[in-house]
């Protein structure tokens, strides 16, 4: 079946710019996260979605961050007043039940701020 | 919270030969232990996972070892093949987000 879905693959921005990123996870699947990777860096964790719990912020560096899960499916990632610091890969995973069962990644956006 | 430390970052065999990548963790509440490659261009792609109650597991070329006590985990890959060369990412459960290492690229020489 299809996997998880991304877009846009990439995302060129001007400093101070909002954008909109958006994950489709797998059907089915009531656990979708979303990650950070910086050129050369590891993943770094954002947020958290289990079916109609409150999501896991945790890891949103600024309040500039911010995302949705309509319906229990797809996933919008909100940037705003983007900065040059958050050209970054956005990697979006979803999981059948979270907890510890496999993530499964999109391909990601390439965003990049000037 | 969870810190995951990973080694080398980088690594080159020749192929053939085995590689091996080494993680540590710091919360010894975490029982999940699972190890993606990446490729360039590609999302992470889950090759193998250990849970806590288990120290080896083993899938064909690919193995992986937990030691609780110690709190490392290591990925074992044999025979290695140019295909192999990718970016490996060792990852620990905190406890249902995944904290992950800094990533290890390996490179496989025919």
């Known amino acids: 079946g299809a996997g998880v879905s991304q877009s846009p693959s990439n995302k060129v921005t001007e400093k101070g710019k909002d954008v909109e990123l958006r994950c489709d996870p797998i059907?089915?699947?009531?656990?979708l996260y979303w990650y950070r990777q910086s050129l050369g860096q590891g993943l770094e964790f954002l947020i958290y979605?289990?079916?109609?719990?409150?999501?896991?912020k945790s890891g949103l560096p600024s309040d500039r961050f911010s995302a949705e899960r309509t319906g229990g499916s797809v996933s919008t990632l909100t940037i705003q007043r983007t900065q040059q610091e958050d050209s970054a890969v956005y990697l979006c995973?979803?999981?059948?039940?979270?907890?510890?069962?496999?993530?499964?990644f999109g391909p990601g956006t390439r965003l990049l701020v000037l | 919270g969870e810190n995951v430390e990973q080694h080398p970052s980088t690594l080159s065999v020749q192929e053939g030969d085995s590689a091996v990548i080494k993680c540590t963790y710091s919360?010894?509440?975490?029982?999940?232990f699972p190890w993606y490659k990446q490729e360039l261009g590609k999302g992470p792609q889950l090759i193998i996972d250990?849970?806590?109650?288990?120290g080896e597991k083993k899938d064909q070329r690919i193995a992986v070892t937990l030691n609780k006590t110690a709190k490392h985990f290591s990925l074992h890959i044999t025979e290695t093949q140019p295909e192999d060369s990718a970016v490996y990412f060792c990852?620990?459960?905190?406890?249902?987000?995944?904290?992950f290492g800094t990533g290890t690229r390996l490179q496989v020489f025919p």
């Open positions: 995973a979803s999981s059948l039940r979270g907890g510890q069962g496999t993530q499964y």
């Open positions: 059907s089915g699947h009531t656990a």
């Open positions: 979605f289990q079916g109609n719990s409150a999501p896991d």
């Open positions: 919360d010894s509440a975490s029982n999940y």
């Open positions: 250990i849970r806590s109650n288990v």
């Open positions: 990852a620990a459960s905190n406890p249902d987000k995944l904290i």
